[in-house]
């Protein structure tokens, strides 16, 4: 029989799944659907937080709905920014590629930001990582965007992929880029008693 579940995870994203998985944890995928509006004035780092909490107060919502309270659940955010500007998911090959050509042999930031909610209890954390980009060359661009990678990610590339070969450095956490900053996830983890790596007892 299988172990019990540790958490819910309140998305639909299979890299943060991955990464949850990385780190050896139980946990079931309950979608929570929250509007992803920048609001007037907003700043980027107040959006990420505002967005992952919301999803794990949703995610809580409906885990009380199906009558299962009992795990934490966890909402998550991820922003590519560049110049203050959030570049969302590109709606088109147009849009891809202009994004990819602003990034271009320039340094953005990606903001990652992840919350915990449990009854009362909520736990937020916000990881900025630097990500300095090589020279996008027009073909280049257009060859990446053709392999289909750009569609449905945030800045319109994925680090763990193709996207790679446009980081020419790094400053921060990978695993926030990717999706989920590990780091500050595990020390929210251990706020819901929640212990990687903890001694056998």
Same mark, same amino acid.
């Given at each position: 029989m299988s172990a019990a579940p540790q958490l819910i995870l309140a998305s639909a994203s299979p890299r943060r799944a991955e990464l949850l998985r990385q780190l050896g944890l139980r946990f079931v995928v309950?979608?929570?659907?929250v509007p992803e509006r920048v609001q007037p004035g907003e700043a980027a780092a107040a959006? &990420? $937080?505002r967005i992952?909490?919301?999803k794990a107060r949703a995610g809580w919502q409906q885990a009380q709905a199906r009558g299962d309270a009992s795990l934490p659940v966890l909402g998550a955010d991820t922003d590519v920014v560049l110049d203050g500007r959030i570049l969302g998911k590109p709606r088109d090959r147009q849009d891809a590629l202009a994004m990819l050509a602003?990034?271009?042999d320039r340094e953005h930031e990606v903001y990652s930001a992840v919350a915990l909610k449990r009854g009362a209890q909520e736990a937020l954390a916000l990881?900025?990582?630097?990500?300095?980009? &090589? $020279?996008i060359g027009s073909a280049q661009a257009q060859a990446y965007w053709d392999s289909g990678e750009p569609l449905g990610k945030a800045g319109a590339y994925a680090i763990q992929g193709l996207g790679a070969l446009f980081v020419r450095e790094i400053t921060g956490s990978y695993s926030g880029v990717v999706g989920l900053p590990l780091h500050e996830t595990a020390a929210l983890l251990e706020q819901f008693d929640i212990h990687l790596l903890a001694t056998p007892t």
């Open positions: 309950h979608p929570a659907d959006y &990420a $937080r992952a909490l919301e602003a990034l271009s990881s900025v990582t630097r990500v300095r980009f &090589a $020279r």
